[in-house]
């Protein structure tokens, strides 16, 4: 869930979509403003932050990388908890990954919080001619069912910022945290967050 | 999955996440597989429709009870101690960061038929309804002594070693009654039956001084926290670790039946017709019924309220410890409270469990006096179940096996036995020495 506080808005993110679609590749586009050519399966890292100023406010992201877990199916409930947002991804020259997409999106209107903003990636769009998923079927397909659309390149960072951007402009500004938020055990101080003030 | 791997992990319980994360992330090639098609085993948080499944069969939860996914009820009701182990492994690995916790509001002992704060300091000594005028004043020098007491500094043992001193005899020193050693040992050094006595009073004093620090922590009216969402988001939190150090993960595997080489130990594991190789085998007593033992029962009893719990000062989050001698039992009886505070079910509503080593086959009649406690109740489950520890050689068959979760409301044991199961796996000690007074709560 989004929260707010100061015009700064605290925001999970989550990637779904196959194996080899560019999950990984587009967040490290957008947090590192790296592209690898044979980016190896998710290993080490896959928890992200990055912050974005849009007009009125910071938005900060916490990314959530699958870490392979999507590969068997073994996605646990707690990923999608309290996501703000997802970016649904698929390689634009594999209509399986499209195929595959969708299934994705069910599979968060069926877990996720119903406020959850929702970008549809067609991501390699550099590959223009191994084309196999048309632009305009993908569009379609993410107005009927309340997503945004966008096609990106991870390579050429093509739409990558825009994708967050984006998001970051259409989370709900003024929603309340349904509960006092938990705290989050760290092991040094937090940086630049107040400490609560129930704690020492 | 016709590949090979250094360890293969049967069962998504909480034990085997950690284990599975932290060979993981020490470099391990791990699989990590579950029957089921949900993480979590013995320690899953269950929805209200999996609840009604599990105990009522074909039948539908009410709809005054509200929503099906707003109900996360754990199926090993846990608080976690501030200062404990599994605080101490939750940051030695950096788990933390995937979980939110609140405090847990209270802390209560039954003694003399009635409900009392756990005092845990000299202060509260001299407060608490649970002893008499000169009884406190002596509890209180006591609670000193234990405050005072460094292990490293001779200066503060008073002349006595712990080592050798034995608790009865500590306590004897500073004239303590029965009534007070009874909560002390049982409410505050969470001791599960009176062994402790005969046995040296170090452990007895340190148990004493993590309640007490851990309690300080977070200024909470209880040493507990607690996960929002429930302990189902433990289990969890530790795969997805494992899984971002590389562990492959798969949910929804029949039989996964382990097999043995010529010299009787692990070769491999066998689901759907495919046999994963491996040198080890990590699982909970379930997946491996011919080497563990039956060591015991636990009866416990779930409920579902719309009231906190009775002479708990409205604590939305609370743990009761009925100590056996109260209730003139072999083994003590826990109450376990936790609420919509902490997002395990809808707004009003109570999940309270009840739980003890089961000394006899009927349930209901054996956990009266803590249900007695919970006044009316929206709907009750009973249930009892087995408890296995293994029984192998592990040396010899490279089957580490986890022993099954006893009813105790902390998560102490557990994680003893985590550590355990570490070191006979890879002959390496963990080194839990993290700095919790630099770790802090972050709010978010």
Redesign the interface.
Known sequence: MA?IGHNNL?AKLVLLGDMGAGKSSLVLRFVKGQFLEFQES??????FSQTLAVNDATVKFEIWDT???E????L????Y?GAAAAIIVYDITSSDSFTRAKKWVQELQKQGNPNMVMALAGNKADLEDKRKVAAEEARVYAEENGLFFMETSAKTASNVNDVFYEIAKRLPRAQPAQ?P??????????EG????S??? | MDEEYDVIVLGTGLKECILSGLLSVDGLKVLHMDRNDYYGGESTSLNLNQLWKRFRGDDKPPPHLGASRDYNIDMNPKFIMANGNLVRVLIHTDVTKYLSFKAVDGSYVFNKSKVHKVPSNDMEALKSPLMGIFEKRRARKFFIYVQNYIESDPKTHEGMDLTRVTTKELIAKYGLDDNTIDFIGHALALHRDDRYLSEPALDTVKRMKLYAESLARFQGGSPYIYPLYGLGELPQAFARLSAVYGGTYMLNKPECKVEFDDEGKVAGVTSEGETAKCKKVVCDPSYLPGKVRKVGRVARAIAIMSHPIPSTDESHSVQIILPQKQLGRKSDMYLFCCSYTHNVAPKGKFIAFVSTEAETDQPAIELKPGIDLLGPVDEIFFDIYDRFEPVNECSLDNCFISTSYDATTHFESTVDDVLNMYTLITGKVIDLSVDLSAASAAEE
């Open positions: 929260t605290n998710t290993i080490g890292a896959a928890f870490a392979g877990q590969r068997y199916h073994s646990a409930p707690m990923y908890r509960n938020a938990g705290m989050v055990l760290v092991d040094r101080p937090a967050t107040r400490a609560a129930c704690c020492s």
